[in-house]
């Protein structure tokens, strides 16, 4: 069973067209064995009605959620906790518009011998199109993780398209701290703490399309991450990710 993980915060607009091409592609590709799960990180707009709404049509979709904005994060780790057996991917909303679905099924093949799948950005093989300020940033954000957190050894430790063995990503979860972009760098610190095998798949990634938006503040969030990796790296000093 594939648990399919796509949380979203004031995303009324565009919510339907994404999940329901993520969906139809699960139900074609792996019939009777996915699930879509929608994770409302708070939304103030119309968002979790219209995922309601898409939720009464669809046996396979289910909305889950909590009153205050947290965090991607906090969505992923609270959908985790709320699942039983097999695996869980998570996927940003926009997931079908930046790359090809087809990476879902390479990313379920390799977690038949990874705990961790990482679609990544970055590697030799993947084709990326990115805008260029966001580029910037990424490239100063990865040379601050290789400098802080050398043992990750992730090419592309914050992509928003994630694989995880679910029985362990729900014991990584209970000793997780992080609740917004953070959470994507601790979870990874937490699997190489324990041992765990991380992979990582080359995907192909296009944010120069007209219909792409995103949540992340490139500042705000950057220096969000900075912070985080420091507490990451204290963290790991003092022991508090041991499964």
């Known amino acids: 069973m594939i648990h399919f993980v796509v ?47 898409i939720e009464r049509a669809h046996p396979s979709i289910r909305v889950v959620g909590y009153e205050r904005n947290r ?16 695996h869980l991917i998570f996927s940003d909303l926009d997931l079908s518009q930046t790359t090809g679905l087809e990476h879902v099924l390479v990313m379920k093949a390799r977690l038949r011998d990874s ?7 970055f ?10 300020r966001r580029d910037a940033v990424g490239r100063a954000h990865r040379f601050f993780v290789r400098v802080l957190l050398p043992e990750l050894k992730v090419k592309d430790p914050d992509a928003g398209f994630k694989g995880f063995d679910l029985a362990w990503l729900q014991k990584m ?21 324990n ?12 944010e120069r399309h007209g219909a792409y938006s995103s949540s992340v503040k490139l500042v705000r969030d950057a220096w969000e991450e900075f912070r985080g990796m420091l507490r990451i790296r204290r963290n790991l000093r003092k022991g508090i990710y041991r499964l």
């Open 7 to 53: 949380p979203f915060y004031n995303n009324e607009s565009n919510l339907a067209e994404n999940v329901l091409a993520i969906h139809s592609f699960l139900g074609r590709e792996l019939p009777g064995d996915f699930e879509v799960i929608l994770c409302d990180d708070g939304s103030t707009d119309g968002s979790l009605a219209k995922a309601r709404d």
């Open 71 to 86: 965090g991607r994060g906090y969505a992923v780790r609270f959908a985790a906790l709320g699942s039983a057996g097999g």
């Open 115 to 121: 705990q961790v799948v990482v679609g990544s950005r």
């Open 123 to 132: 590697l030799r093989e993947s084709e990326t199109k990115r805008i260029w």
């Open 173 to 193: 979860c209970r000793v997780s701290r992080m609740n917004r972009w953070s959470w994507d760098m601790e979870v990874l610190a937490i699997a190489r703490a």
């Open 195 to 206: 041992g765990l095998s991380i992979a990582e798949i080359p995907i192909d990634w296009n």
